[in-house]
């Protein structure tokens, strides 16, 4: 077919084909450069964050450990961490089946509800949770950061429980019921067993999401609460502290795996 | 002699009660499974926003006053303006460099190149927002590595002013943003038909006339999709901005984070809240219009 074309479009097609290749290259290149470059300089000695670093060793990471100034806000982001994924599960299991699972009408607009806090600027939410939660006493408190969160992790949570729920056949839950199951039964024997993978890859999927949040921390958590995210942010701002780039390692090895295990465990089921 | 078969005393006679054969619960359970969901949106997510756009128009003089004291403020609209052009650039560069690799992993072949790929794609998701602008910042210090490069290059003499403009703040933005954008493409990448392009060729058409005039329209709901997206969460960007951007350029946000905690001027950060949320919901809304909620929803479910 190549003979049907003329020279120009020829020369017009090699170009494209390179210009297309170059942007795939340099999107590579610069969505890994930044992770890896972190990565290793966390391994680097000196007071400086250079590259190459002045020498090589564990520095970053025993200081990390020994400095005490760590401990806190990792534990915080950890408890908090912890309930906003229960809390999202607690209202995102429920909603996937009656989405999934009902004929409930207005279910595309619940599932457009739970999907919003993900395109709602994040700063302008922030404020209008700001407003709410000086009525209601929340600022500053680790349950109302929580509350942040779980609306925060929603989407996330909701996306990975529906798109699991919907590839169960209810025809499965039928045949159970048909043997004599209630449907309680059968979600209980069928359904929630075939489900369990994505319930605790959306656990995890919850847990980093509040992990690593930072915006409603700043809003909302007062003076008083200072979770990991904010402790960084912080420090960040007043100077870099090259302790950072390893805990920033930790963190990103941490989250990694995590994904890794939500996503292996999804992928098992199907 | 005819045995009876015993009756287990919960089967019900056929006349008490029929049972649906459907996958579906009944309208009351329904609404009980909906429940938690209902008070939370009602209270976190809809109230928020309600109490916000209320609290615009009534608190402080009311009416109009606040947004005409947004509007009055040589410094916050210079921001309004910034925030908006700067998300426009960084939704330009996601869907070029997104679309690019989203039709490069839809169409990548060999495991390897499909894994490599896949793998770019998802490490920024894998660093918290605080970490992706601390690695920014490393790299664009003055001291930092890209001058420290270039110098021992010989390139520059002088470290390049490269932290704190809206330069570091657009690689910044784009690069947490890209991966939404990836995502938000490639369902509609990979549900392209491949056919379609030798079939254009075949009848004589060339590799780029064929992309141009087959394969883009038949993307551009996806591409609608993850710009309107991409662009409606950059505009409330708040941690780049404020560690990658410098002081004369502020974002949206940090104008409003001062306004609450420096300035206590709650009702004019209520009023430029609203005046993004409204960029952002006039933006998703034309996309939806075009592109119908599907592929909007499409493209956040990936």
Redesign the interface.
């Known amino acids: ?1 190549s003979e ?2 003329n020279r120009p ?2 020369v ?2 090699g170009a ?2 390179v210009l ?1 290749g170059l ?2 290259t ?3 290149a ?6 890896a ?2 990565l290793v ?1 966390s391994f680097g000695t000196g007071n ?4 190459p670093p002045q020498g090589w060793g564990l520095d970053r990471y025993t200081e990390i450990f020994s400095s005490g100034n760590w401990g806190a806000p990792t534990l915080l982001s950890f408890e908090i961490a912890f309930y906003t994924a229960v809390g999202a599960l ?3 299991l ?2 996937v ?2 989405l999934k ?4 009408p207005g279910r ?1 607009f ?23 939660f000086s ?1 209601l006493d929340l600022i500053g408190t680790k349950h109302g950061i929580v ?2 969160h ?2 925060h992790a ?2 996330m949570v909701v ?1 990975v429980l ?2 699991s729920l919907e590839q169960i056949k ?2 499965l ?2 045949a159970a ?2 043997m004599g199951a209630s ?1 309680s039964r059968a979600w209980t024997g069928i359904t929630f067993r075939l489900l369990a993978p994505a319930v605790l890859s959306a656990f995890l999927f919850g847990f980093i999401s509040s ?2 949040e ?2 409603f921390i ?2 909302l958590g007062g003076a008083g609460l200072i979770t990991l ?1 904010k402790y ?2 912080d420090s ?2 007043y100077a ?1 502290d090259p302790a ?2 390893a805990m ?1 390692t930790l ?2 090895l941490g ?2 795996f995590l ?1 890794l295990l939500g996503t292996a465990l999804r992928k098992d089921k199907k | 002699m005819t045995t009876q078969v015993p009756v287990r005393s919960s089967a019900r006679p056929a006349s008490a009660g029929r ?1 649906a ?7 009351i ?10 008070l ?2 009602l ?7 309600v ?2 756009t209320l ?1 615009a128009f009534t608190q402080g003089d009311g009416g109009l006053s606040n947004f005409a004291a947004v509007f009055q403020s040589r410094a916050i609209l210079n921001s309004l303006l910034n925030t908006i052009g700067m998300s426009l650039v960084v939704t330009a560069l996601c869907l ?3 679309g ?2 989203a ?2 992993v839809a169409r990548a072949s060999r495991p390897a190149v499909k894994a ?2 896949w ?21 664009f ?1 003055n ?3 890209l001058n ?2 270039l110098q021992n290059l010989g390139l520059t003499g002088e470290p390049l002013s490269l932290l704190y403009t809206r330069f570091a703040v657009i690689v910044g933005m784009t ?1 947490t943003m ?2 939404y954008a990836v995502l938000a493409m490639y369902p509609t990448m990979s549900g392209f038909n491949a056919e379609l392009l030798n079939s254009a ?2 009848m ?1 058409s ?4 064929a ?1 141009v005039k087959v394969w883009l329209p038949l993307v551009r709901p996806g591409i609608i999709a993850a710009g309107a ?1 991409v662009f ?2 950059s ?5 780049t901005p ?2 990658l951007g410098g002081a004369q350029t502020p974002f ?2 940090t104008i ?2 001062d306004d ?1 905690f420096a300035f206590f001027n ?1 009702p004019r ?2 009023a430029s ?2 005046l ?2 409204t ?2 919901l006039v933006v ?1 809304g034309t996309a939806m219009r075009f592109v119908g ?1 599907k592929a909007l ?1 499409g493209g ?2 990936a």
């Open positions: 077919m049907l074309m479009a020829r017009i097609d494209s084909r297309g942007l795939v340099a999107a590579v610069f969505l890994l450069l930044p992770a470059l972190v300089l400086r964050v250079q590259f607690a209202v995102g429920p909603l089946f009656a699972r009902s004929l409930l595309q619940l599932e457009g509800l739970a999907f919003a806090p993900i395109v709602i600027p994040i700063s302008a939410y922030a404020v209008g949770m700001y407003a709410v009525q509350i942040a779980i609306a929603l989407p996306i529906s798109t209810p025809e839950e039928l019921m048909t449907r992990f690593d930072a915006v700043t809003f995210p960084i942010f960040v701002q870099v950072i780039t920033a963190l990103m989250v990694t994904m | 049972r054969w459907t996958p579906h619960v009944g309208t359970p329904a609404l009980l499974l909906v429940l938690p969901l209902a939370v949106a209270l976190f997510i809809v109230y928020p926003l109490r916000l609290d070029v460099l997104g690019s690799l039709w490069a490599l790929l793998t770019s794609i998802l490490v920024p998701f894998w660093m918290g927002v605080v970490v992706k602008s601390y690695a920014w910042a490393v790299i210090a001291n930092g590595i420290s490069t690069y890209l991966p060729r075949i004589g060339s590799r780029t006339g992309m997206i409606a969460i505009i409330g960007f708040y941690i404020v560690l949206m946000a409003i984070g609450i709650y950060a209520a809240s609203v993004l949320l960029f952002a998703l909620a929803k956040l479910r």
